[in-house]
């Protein structure tokens, strides 16, 4: 994780407000029931700043070299959350896919 914001967050590791720990829950889909929707389950976080715009990141570890990272930014009724898959390679994340965005 400290390697991950290193790599891509070091130029705004003064804005993140909060940082913390989530894993996945999953709902039944009523249009495809064989892909479940998955949403993000928030367990353990810090805040480091108090502000009313907002940059959270919550991690993932799903195995040895592969991290998903959710990112939230924005004010409280309305902002932007996203959710990445990172494959660690040669001691570098590499972008994959992406899991998950909505506006809210």
């Known amino acids: 994780m ?11 590791m003064h804005r993140i407000t909060k940082i913390g720990l ?7 889909n009523k249009h495809h029931p064989e892909k479940p929707r998955r949403r993000p389950n928030l367990k353990n976080w810090e805040t480091l700043i108090d502000s009313s715009f907002s940059i959270s990141i919550y991690f993932f570890e799903v195995d040895k070299d ?9 004010f409280s009724l ?3 959350s996203i959710a990445k898959e990172f494959i660690l390679t040669d001691n570098q994340f590499e972008e ?3 899991l998950l965005k909505y506006i809210s």
């Open 2 to 12: 400290k390697l991950w914001l290193k790599q891509y967050k070091a130029d705004d």
């Open 22 to 28: 989530f894993d996945w829950r999953f709902r039944p």
């Open 66 to 74: 592969t991290l998903h990272v959710f990112e939230s930014s924005g």
């Open 78 to 80: 309305a902002g932007q």
């Open 96 to 98: 994959k896919r992406i």
